[in-house]
């Protein structure tokens, strides 16, 4: 009997240390059936031929392009990538018909790394959510910045509103990234240090990648396109990022309606309207959503909003705090800016490249989509930002009067070289203009890139804001009293919201997975239901009025709160717009060395 005691002991002992093993290896284990679980099938359909280099011998760098990332592509005109490598990573033999057959090379460094060191950035070119067609040719202009670095270049396309609907364009992105990690054993690189980095809208997807790294709301998506789950081992593949970098991200849709009436919207546009009387009732919905939140701020106080006596609640440390980053905004301009100074920044910048702003418009369409011809709910104020003139300011209290004109709202200390700013509603009437429709992202005629984007199809356009759908649905009588209402508002709002999209998601569901927040705060039901990237870099011009300044701030202490201080930059730099925003500096470089400081 003692013997037995003994085995059964043992048994437990080992069943305990099974169990134990599983949790800590966590997703090590496959989790589904299909194709995307076949590592046979993947390692036919997936393998990359390490045969069919091409070479760049002025720049040193080995390619690939027209590399199908998954098994079910809708069109590989965007599900296809391509993948640049420092030349000294690879051992290479050409072959009779041009290409390279190229084996790793451990040996050798470039930069500070090794070949099986070396980060793997991947730019996310999808401005307004847009799709972006994957490398057809070769551009060394576009690589060669990241190769002397040191990183691998992973360049994906992938579907967008344009040609698809949420959560496509995310999707094609997390199944880039398994396709380099399935073939991880062949080819260069740390495939656990992949870092994103986009502009607008791809400075949203790039958040979503970083928030949302091997959610389950995903699978089914990914699955749908064979893409890889598993690895050659059948060991399962995590589609998580080790970094995201945001520039000006139109992100946290659920609530960016409200968001931009009350930063924007209640300072500078007339409330003798429909739309004017939808800005105060989004405001006041954002203010309760402010405090249900539970942000706190760098200091772990809990941001709130207050009623106020002027303005939409107007007052309590929420507000408080986005008045402190406006004005160290303006403090980090002039301690950064060598005077005589010639604005010229209120441009949007372009992906992937990036530089500093030089004030033109790029080619191509707005990264939010055109402004909608129809209200923008009342006057414009007539008052502007200076920034955007041409103009040369020889010393700074020069500059400080023209923001300033006949109402000082920017009180500045010369001995210091500090400015206080008084109000928030002066910095928007001065710098700050909306430059989009009420509502500003989920269009009353469904005409923004948003809309486009929760379409059920590439063909068509959908509401998804919740919140608004209740306001027009509870708020009829109220806003039939205006002659710019109409009854059928309500009901267009609702239907949208209860359709399901091919796979059978809720609105409500796709709107969560392409919502960074929706991972990061408690307030959400997605909290701790994902892997989110250790390292963050947000910068947003303070001045587009593309979105609300909220969106930033929120989620750059979305962020703080989950991995801590040491591990999120975040800026958002006075007298630029909706570019890819630096203090000093470029973009590029800048990005790189943000990479090299979070590995070494």
């Known amino acids: 009997?003692?013997?037995?005691?003994?085995?059964?002991?043992?048994?437990?002992?080992?069943?305990?240390?099974?169990v134990g093993v599983f949790f800590l290896t966590g997703n090590s284990a496959p989790a589904g059936e299909g194709p995307s679980y076949n590592a046979?099938?993947?390692?036919?359909?997936?393998?990359i031929d390490m045969n069919n280099w091409q070479y760049d011998e002025t720049n040193d760098i080995y390619y690939q392009i027209g590399l199908v990332y998954c098994m079910n592509p809708e069109d590989t005109?965007?599900?296809s990538c391509g993948i640049y490598v420092p030349g000294k990573y690879f051992d290479a033999t050409k072959n009779s018909n041009g290409t390279y057959s190229c084996k790793i090379n451990e040996n050798n460094k470039v930069g500070n790394y090794t070949a099986s060191s070396a980060p793997i950035v991947m730019p996310v070119n999808t401005p307004g959510y847009s799709a972006c067609t994957a490398p057809t040719s070769y551009n060394a202009g576009e690589v060669k910045d990241y190769a002397d670095a040191g990183f691998i270049y992973l360049n994906a396309g992938c579907r967008g509103r344009d040609n698809a609907e949420a959560p496509d364009g995310v999707v094609d992105l997390k199944s880039a990234v398994t396709y380099?990690?399935?073939?991880?054993?062949?080819?260069?690189?740390?495939?656990?240090?992949?870092?994103?980095?986009?502009?607008?809208?791809?400075?949203?997807?790039?958040?979503?990648?970083?928030?949302?790294?091997?959610?389950?709301?995903y699978n089914p998506y990914l699955e749908n396109i064979g893409a890889a789950m598993v690895g050659k081992d059948g060991n399962a593949l995590s589609n998580a990022i080790a970094g995201a970098m945001c520039w000006c991200p139109i992100t946290n849709?659920?609530?960016?309606?409200?968001?931009?009436?009350?930063?924007?919207?209640q300072y500078a546009r007339s409330s003798d309207s429909f739309t004017g009387a939808l800005i105060n009732d989004l405001a006041a919905e954002y203010a309760a959503y402010i405090n249900a939140l539970g942000l706190k701020d760098p200091n772990g106080k809990t941001l709130t909003l207050e009623e106020s006596d002027n303005g939409v609640y107007t007052s309590g440390s929420y507000y408080d705090y986005m008045l402190s980053v406006t004005e160290e905004s303006l403090n980090n301009f002039l301690n950064d800016t060598t005077f005589p100074y010639t604005p010229s920044s209120n441009a949007m910048g372009t992906m992937p490249s990036g530089g500093t702003p030089s004030?033109?418009?790029?080619?191509?369409?707005?990264?939010?989509?055109e402004v909608p011809s129809g209200d923008m709910g009342g006057e414009m104020p007539t008052e502007s930002s200076d920034s955007g003139s041409s103009a040369t300011y020889q010393i700074a209290k020069e500059y400080i009067d023209s923001l300033n004109g006949n109402d000082t709202w920017i009180?500045?200390?010369?001995?210091?070289?500090?400015?206080?700013i008084t109000s928030l509603e002066a910095f928007v009437k001065h710098c700050k203009n909306p430059s989009k429709s009420v509502p500003a992202f989920d269009d009353l005629n469904r005409s923004q890139a948003e809309n486009g984007l929760f379409g059920l199809d590439a063909n068509s356009s959908s509401h998804f804001d919740k919140t608004l759908s209740d306001l027009l649905n509870n708020n009829s009588e109220k806003y039939s009293k205006y002659g710019d209402y109409s009854s059928s508002y309500a009901e267009e709002y609702k239907n949208d919201l209860a359709a399901t999209d091919s796979l059978n998601t809720s609105m409500e569901t796709r709107v969560n997975?392409?919502?960074?927040?929706?991972?990061?705060?408690?307030?959400?039901d997605g909290a701790g239901s994902s892997d989110v990237a250790n390292h963050w870099r947000i910068n947003t011009g303070i001045e587009q009025g593309d979105t609300s300044q909220c969106v930033d701030v929120n989620l750059y202490l979305a962020v703080l709160n989950k991995v801590g201080n040491d591990n999120v930059e975040f800026s958002t730099v006075w007298g630029q717009g909706h570019t890819q925003a630096e203090r000093t500096g470029d973009s590029t470089s800048n990005f790189i060395n943000w990479v090299n400081d979070c590995l070494n």
């Open 1 to 18: 009997m003692e013997k037995l005691h003994k085995i059964i002991i043992i048994a437990l002992i080992v069943l305990i240390a099974v």
């Open 40 to 47: 046979s099938a993947l390692t036919d359909a997936l393998s």
């Open 77 to 79: 005109a965007y599900e």
């Open 180 to 217: 380099y990690r399935f073939n991880g054993d062949v080819l260069p690189g740390d495939s656990e240090k992949i870092f994103t980095f986009g502009h607008s809208g791809g400075g949203a997807q790039s958040a979503i990648m970083g928030a949302s790294g091997n959610s389950k709301l």
């Open 253 to 265: 849709l659920d609530t960016a309606d409200g968001a931009y009436e009350w930063n924007m919207g």
């Open 359 to 369: 004030g033109e418009m790029p080619s191509g369409d707005a990264p939010s989509g």
């Open 411 to 420: 009180e500045y200390d010369a001995n210091t070289n500090t400015a206080k």
């Open 513 to 524: 997975m392409y919502n960074p927040m929706y991972y990061l705060c408690d307030y959400y």
